[in-house]
């Protein structure tokens, strides 16, 4: 209840501000980022608030300033972490992933052989349950970041086949009938035409996989790993207790997926700048 | 009719085969209890359950329950079903390991999540860096099965004597060609399996004797398990929603508990219990800040003494 | 040519290049359990089907694998524990709910985020964040907590309870991807048709329903297979915390404590199964819906 | 006098590019009359589809004044007080023609009845019967301007703002859907804005003439046409017809002149 | 007698709908020369549109023969034997004007500088240089239609399919264009087939005239111009003209009044 209320408060504030805000923002990146933090801040005074008056036990859900002074004394263990988790297993894992997702659904699109031989696989492989598929990839690839790759590679895989073949099919007839009249190779269309037409769905595929990389190298982690990476991190710490620096890893964890997703999402506005969600109505 | 919620420290196995039993023959309904058990698994803190008030009492191991006390959540240990403690840790002299002067070097592999505290104090009693390179050791953290040393991706394992260790031996690899340390004999064995339950409640006399109740009809299980290891296992399977385990293992398992619980009358032994506290604020370190201060109130005779 | 063609031919590839690796990845194992028994000499053929029929392999062989699926399907009652429909049916009950629930938040988050620009500025990266909040961290406090609650405050019975609690994890992890396809889908209107609206001065309730909403259903529908996915995972995922309760993810671990990895393989390809036949009935969903809405075909 | 519909004064509307300012209008002044069927015409770009999306609140103005009926467009709008046929049919391409034409009926809560009688009469009227249940992708072009004409005759405007709206179709069609909108005007006393490039159907069709030039647009020159009201086919042979024409085209070539050195 | 570059037998083309099938084209007969410029005009709906396709390979025939330099639809579309021009403008939003124009001239391997060479010479045939790097949204409806118009024309295709080019654009942009592309077509003897609406641009532009009707599509008349080569724009004003105009018009009445009853 006090957390509905709380939410309530926060967003009635929001609206507010925004309406206020809103023929200023239109162009002011800074002003735009006021208002989602405004919004973060009212709901961790209100969680302070919360734990702190309604004596939450601290093994349950600490206050944001414990887990913020955590964060503060233990820089250099999550940036190890950061590194063994995010900057191997993730972004080597996301790259590869949405490469082979994008790469069979080319193939799919190619030659009809492939589509009705390989979507039905792709289909099969969509929800490889992560904790079937990281203790074997664990035994293939061993315990270092190399098996967390791999997960991720499997769990991104899906969500880029799927949105780039029906992006494949999003341009419109008349579009492809001109690359047709150019007797345009195959490839001259996926490059000029399907492709562009394709972005926005890529995109999405790649926003979605962001995020999902990063539970995946998480996850993954939990199934054996060296003592270093945030999915160690945070099992090991639940056991032990210590649910401020499981927060810390997750608040690490969340700073990091936003950057990404955000940095994807610039990428998108500026290649489907044409689209119409992107040159806004 | 009283209830009473157990939560387990991990899956439905023969480890448990007391409670189970209990529950199957009658024993807590002869207490007036209505007991449900809770199945724990890979990512379930028994400490966090009964700290959110999901459940009355927990089986867990001392070192995990002292951490969790020292990190505000008032354990107490009212009851110590098993006397000893059956952890391992297996090695394949293939690799090389044959006494502990053969650590340097080598790949371990470590179960985490609160079962970390006895091997970070073996270590430290050795003098020996876990972060790895040529004087120290490297650790991995281990899932809950053997795969690494059956695959050699590790030196040694963790293991328990009534279940991965049986394992490794079924997998073939005969005990000449395994190292088996056992933390007990290191000198820094610590007490497994007893159950606690909030400091609070304990001053509840209804609670108390719900507990007495509770733990006596237990103990019954566990004799009995004691006296018909294939039933008990037979028991634990029934209560097995996954299917996927076998009689064969449960029968192993269910004989090798019962040598851990065998002569525990349920009463803690103040010697066990001094012996884990020493061990541990011996290897006090900022890796492994099990506990950091001699506890206090930490168990209870209370409910043992109304046996 | 015949649909099931290339199938198969793919099928079989993949199959030889499955035995192949399985002789490989074997191979130390067995070699050691010649070592042991002291048998030298062994000829490749042995050697090959031994590699192909270990009990615990590092990589079981199809056979293996196929022969686990049909004794724990066709040759137990589909109620028992043993069965492996008896955890398909589980887990599916808290995937089908947590689609459920996560497509209709998915939908609603985009249609407020769509709406309003200030839904659009607070929730947005929230959610983005949300998603990053590694779920399993989170399972057991809502399997534990949530499941407390369903139980104890709300009175509610173990069995829905723990389904819920699933549900809720499955949801979370299906309402992002739907969320995500829905903004875009439901920005996909050309300015024109935006402007058609404009001039009707439609409400933006009926600018919803008879614009944005059809003109989204390219996007809903990947996006709904991105998410049926993603529920599965999230319902197996749900099942982990507590490792011994039914359906196929405790099923997996449970086999995985035991190296039962032909068990591990069955029950991977059981979720593989189920996720195929969820994904293709939205596919096939979504060419009904096609025809209906006049789609010109390709 | 009769009342004023549209009002515009000093008004002006620059588009932001990716490369400089584009002066789509140019201080325009222009006021028309309740009742009235005026013209726009003018070399491509010129702003006349500018000045109609303004005026029907799809644009907003830089500077400068814009009344509808006294009332600020947005109002206008909200009131709806006009129909809009697009240059382009903007068909909804997963409804069916008869379901597109009933769109706006259904958005202004017409009953079942009322929208099968109007859409009936205006499929009848754009010549499209038997086309009811076919999707826009399997017309031609010229039957999906149409289908869009019919869209915004269905309900009853008082002002209709048609951006070209019989561009795309023959000579025959054109004639008896323009000799069709000229009765429906007189009938009903719309105010009816219409681009066009055709010279002899802005003279043929409108009480005022207004001819525009590009870079930026501007009105170049308003023409009251003194055409009597009642208007045969036939009236496009007659000397007072071909004396507009010719003033129209004069306007038309000026602009251009202006283009072609820019 | 010149080689022939389109010979249709007995050419029919039925499109299947969910409402049952629709005869886009029946049993059209028909064959163009090499250097003709041929008019499609013809009710809307008619099967222009359609012919046009068929030629160009982007639909199929349901009977009959097709022969494009004596060779299949097929293999004359991957020689690139034409150009076609939409009747909508087909722009790709991703691209800015100048880069529309450019993508014919990629996907053929033209070289940077001719590339940019021919690029600035149609933009500133279609006269819109000025507009090269703005994006399609940023145009006009006319401005679109000509920056097609400009990428069928930047290649050398010796065959041009053109569906109503000139359907948005005014008189005089119109005139212009027509007489460049009169220019263009007796400067390098290319073939055109040209759907247009206005009956006068066919007269004038034409060496043969098609008159086309509906329900089912069929040719109803083949008018063979009797106009000289040479054409300023007041050849417009001779009987000659008006004779042939009267008969293309009677042609299309008579088109028309079949779909009236039908
Ligand atoms: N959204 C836009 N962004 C930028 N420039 C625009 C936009 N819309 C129109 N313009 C520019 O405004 C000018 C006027 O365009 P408008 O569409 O009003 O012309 P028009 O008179 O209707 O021409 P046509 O007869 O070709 O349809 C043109 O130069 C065009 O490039
Ligand atoms: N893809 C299609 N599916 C079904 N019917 C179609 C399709 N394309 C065209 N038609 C039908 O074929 C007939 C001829 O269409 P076409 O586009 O050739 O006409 P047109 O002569 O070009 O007309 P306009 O002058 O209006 O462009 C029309 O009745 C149309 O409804
Ligand atoms: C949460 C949790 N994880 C691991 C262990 C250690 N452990 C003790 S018994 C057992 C199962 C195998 O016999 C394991 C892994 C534990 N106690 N609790
Ligand atoms: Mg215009
Ligand atoms: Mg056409």
Redesign the pocket.
């Known amino acids: 209840m006090a957390l509905i209320s709380a939410w309530l408060f926060a967003w009635l504030f929001v609206e507010r501000l925004s309406r206020a805000l809103a023929p200023a923002t239109r162009d002011n990146a800074g002003l735009g980022l006021l208002i989602p933090i405004v919004f973060g801040v009212t709901i961790l005074v209100v969680w302070e608030v919360v734990t702190r008056g309604a004596n939450v036990p601290q093994v349950i859900l600490p206050p944001p300033s414990m887990i913020w002074a955590r964060i503060t004394s233990s820089v250099p263990t999550l940036l190890a972490d950061f590194q063994q988790t995010f900057l191997k297993a993730v972004l080597i894992g996301y790259a590869l992933g949405c490469g082979l997702g994008f790469v069979v659904a080319i193939l799919i699109d190619r030659s009809p052989f492939f589509k009705s031989g390989l979507l039905p696989l792709g289909n099969f492989v969509s929800a490889l349950p992560i904790v079937g598929v990281a203790p074997i990839m664990v035994m293939w690839f061993g315990f270092d970041w190399q098996s967390k790759a791999a997960v991720v590679v499997i769990m991104t895989f899906f969500p880029m086949l799927v949105n780039t073949v029906a992006g494949l099919n999003a341009a419109s007839s008349i579009e492809r009938d001109l690359m047709r009249t150019y007797a345009a190779s195959y490839w001259q269309t996926l490059l000029k035409l399907r492709l562009p037409a394709a972005a926005p769905f890529i995109f999405n595929a790649l926003k979605i996989n962001s995020t999902l990389a990063l539970i995946g190298a998480i996850v993954a982690e939990f199934f054996g790993t060296p003592i270093v990476g945030m999915g160690f991190r945070i099992s090991t710490e639940v056991g032990r207790m210590n649910v401020d620096m499981v927060w810390a890893e997750i608040a690490v964890a969340a700073v990091a997926g936003s950057l990404f997703y955000g940095v994807i999402t610039l990428i998108e506005r500026g290649v489907t700048f044409w689209h119409p969600s992107v040159r806004g109505a | 009719q009283d209830n009473v919620t157990l939560q387990l420290k991990w899956v439905t196995q023969g480890q448990f085969a007391g409670y189970y039993v209990a529950q199957a023959k009658g024993f807590y309904d002869e207490e007036g209890l209505t007991v449900e058990i809770k199945p724990g698994g890979p990512d379930i803190a028994p400490e966090q359950v009964i700290a959110g008030g999901g459940a009355d009492v927990i089986t867990t191991w001392m070192a995990a329950g002292l951490a969790a006390r020292e990190r505000g959540v008032p354990l107490v240990n009212i009851a110590q079903p098993f006397k000893s403690s059956g952890l391992l840790l297996t090695c394949l002299k293939e690799a090389g390991v044959e006494t502990t002067a053969d650590f340097p070097g080598k790949t371990l592999g470590v179960w985490f999540f609160g079962n970390e505290y006895p091997f970070y104090a073996w270590m430290a009693k050795l003098g020996l860096s876990t972060e790895g390179g040529a004087d120290g050791v490297e650790v991995l953290k281990q899932a809950f099965n053997v795969d690494p040393l059956i695959q050699k991706q590790a030196a040694c394992i963790s293991t328990m004597t009534y279940n991965e260790f049986g394992q490794v031996l079924k997998a073939g690899i005969t005990p000449e060609e395994l190292t088996v340390f056992n933390y007990r004999d290191e000198g820094v064995g610590m007490l497994e399996d007893g159950l606690y339950v909030m400091e609070d409640k304990l001053a509840d006399p209804a609670f108390v004797e719900k507990m007495t109740k509770f733990v006596r009809a237990s103990m019954k299980g566990w004799e009995y398990a004691r006296a018909n290891p294939e039933e008990a296992a037979q028991i634990v399977l029934d209560n097995d929603m996954t299917g996927a385990m076998t009689l064969e293992d449960q029968v192993y398992q269910v004989s090798e508990i019962n040598k851990l619980t065998e002569g525990s009358t349920g009463a803690l032994d103040e010697a066990a219990y001094r012996q884990t506290v020493d061990t541990l604020l011996s290897a006090v370190s900022p890796d492994n800040p099990a506990i950091t201060k001699e506890p206090e109130g930490a168990f209870s005779h209370v409910v043992t003494d109304g046996l | 040519m015949n649909k099931a063609f290339p199938i198969i031919i793919v099928l079989i590839g993949l199959l030889i290049v499955w035995y192949a690796a399985a002789i490989g990845m074997n191979a130390q194992w067995q070699n050691d359990v010649y070592r042991r028994a002291g048998t030298t000499d062994v000829p490749m053929t042995q050697f090959v089907q031994d590699t192909w029929n270990q009990e615990k392999p590092v990589l079981p062989t199809m056979h293996q694998v196929m022969g686990e699926l049909w004794n724990t399907t066709v040759l137990v009652a589909p109620n028992k524990p043993r069965s492996l429909l008896f955890h398909a049916w589980v887990t599916f009950s808290a995937t089908a709910l947590g689609f459920l629930m996560g497509s209709v938040l998915g939908i609603a988050l985009a249609v407020l985020i769509v709406h309003s620009e200030a839904m659009n500025r607070s929730l947005m990266p929230w959610i983005v964040a949300s998603q990053t909040i590694p779920i399993l961290a989170l399972a057991p406090l809502i399997v534990v907590i949530g499941f407390n609650i369903f139980t104890g405050t709300l009175g509610i019975p173990t069995d829905p309870a723990r389904l819920m609690s699933k549900a809720i994890i499955s949801a979370y992890l299906s309402f992002f991807p739907v969320a995500v396809g829905m903004v875009k889908g439901l920005r996909s209107p050309e300015a024109i048709q935006l402007d058609l609206m404009h001039t009707y001065n439609a409400s933006p309730s009926q600018t919803f329903w008879k614009l944005r909403w059809p003109a989204s259903v390219p996007y809903l529908f990947t996006s709904l297979k991105v998410g049926v996915a993603a529920s599965l995972v999230g319902a197996i995922v749900g099942e982990l915390p507590t490792g011994a309760v039914a359906g196929l993810g405790a099923r997996l671990l449970a086999g995985s404590y035991y190296s039962q990895t032909v068990q591990i393989w069955s029950a991977l390809f059981a979720a593989s199964i189920l996720a195929a036949i969820l994904v293709i009935s939205v596919g096939l969903v979504e060419k009904l819906v096609a025809r209906q809405m006049g789609a010109r075909p390709a | 006098m009769p009342a004023t519909v549209v009002s515009a004064a000093d008004l002006s509307l620059t588009f932001a590019t990716n490369d400089g300012p584009v002066h789509a209008l140019s201080n325009v002044n222009l006021s028309i009359g309740k009742g009235e069927f005026v013209s726009f015409i003018g070399p491509s770009g010129c702003g006349k589809t500018t000045f109609l999306r303004t005026i029907a609140d799809l644009e907003q103005p830089t500077s400068g004044t814009l009344l509808i009926n006294g009332m600020t467009p947005r109002q206008a709008r909200e009131k709806r007080a006009y129909g809009y046929v697009f240059q382009a049919p903007a068909l909804y391409p997963w409804r069916t023609i008869e379901k597109n034409v009933a769109l706006p009926l259904e958005i202004m809560g017409y009953s079942a009845a009322e929208q099968a009688e109007r859409i009936k009469r205006t499929m009848d009227l754009v010549n499209l019967s038997g086309?009811e249940k076919?999707y826009p992708?399997?017309?031609?072009?010229?039957?999906q301007q149409r289908a869009s004409i019919a869209r915004a005759l269905a309900f009853d405007a008082d002002l209709l703002l048609m951006d070209e709206p019989f561009g795309?179709l023959?000579e025959i069609v054109r004639d008896h859907l323009n000799s069709e909108l000229l009765k429906l005007w007189a009938r009903t006393q719309k105010t009816i804005c219409f681009v066009t490039h055709s010279i002899p159907e802005a003279v043929y069709l409108s009480t005022k003439i207004v001819v525009m030039s590009p870079r930026p647009g501007r009105v170049t020159d308003v023409i009251e046409s003194t055409l009597p009201a009642e208007r045969p086919l036939d009236i496009r042979e007659t000397p007072e017809f071909l004396a507009i024409a010719a003033r129209v085209r004069d306007g038309l070539r000026a602009g251009h002149s202006y283009e072609e050195h820019a």
């Open positions: 086309f076919k992708w399997q017309l031609s072009g010229g039957m795309a023959d």
